[in-house]
């Protein structure tokens, strides 16, 4: 798997571990009281407060991984060599030879268009299905 294809895999894993820590975060936070006029919240978690307060820890723990992972993936990204003006004007080489080969595939495509199949015997080859140039 090539470099890109990898650092698009970890911000794939980086967003599902942000989004299952979030949700847990929502999940498990204990109830809060808005004002004194209400009564105390009754807590609704059936789980053991040991096991709730140690799952942020080890999700976080999860997410900081993926991200410096994420980040030693970003540092073995090869360096752009000569900066952008040599880009550029590399940028703009490989467009003049895109160009150059374009036109030539389309003078071929001109050429081709000059032949056809005939159903009639060749008068070079005499077979029938030849393809005969005509001019």
């Keep these: 798997m090539d470099i890109i294809s990898q650092l698009q895999e970890q911000v794939n894993t980086i967003a599902g571990l942000t989004f299952n820590t979030i949700g847990t975060l929502q999940r498990d936070a204990p109830a809060v ?9 009754q807590s609704t978690s059936t789980e ?13 723990t999860s ?3 993926a991200a410096k ?14 900066g952008e003006e040599l ?5 703009a080489q490989l467009q003049a030879e895109n160009e150059a080969v374009g ?3 389309q003078g ?8 056809k199949i005939s159903s009639w015997p060749c008068q070079l080859c005499n077979k029938t299905r030849c393809l005969a140039f005509s001019p």
């Design 33 to 41: 009281r808005l004002s004194p006029n209400y009564p105390e919240p």
């Design 48 to 60: 053991d407060p040991a096991t709730v307060a140690e799952q942020p820890k080890a999700m976080t």
């Design 87 to 91: 880009q550029l004007s590399q940028i």
């Design 103 to 105: 036109k030539e595939l």
């Design 69 to 82: 992972q994420f980040d030693a993936l970003v540092d073995a990204l090869p360096l752009s060599e000569g």
């Design 63 to 65: 997410l900081v991984q």
């Design 108 to 115: 071929e495509i001109e050429a081709a268009g000059r032949w």
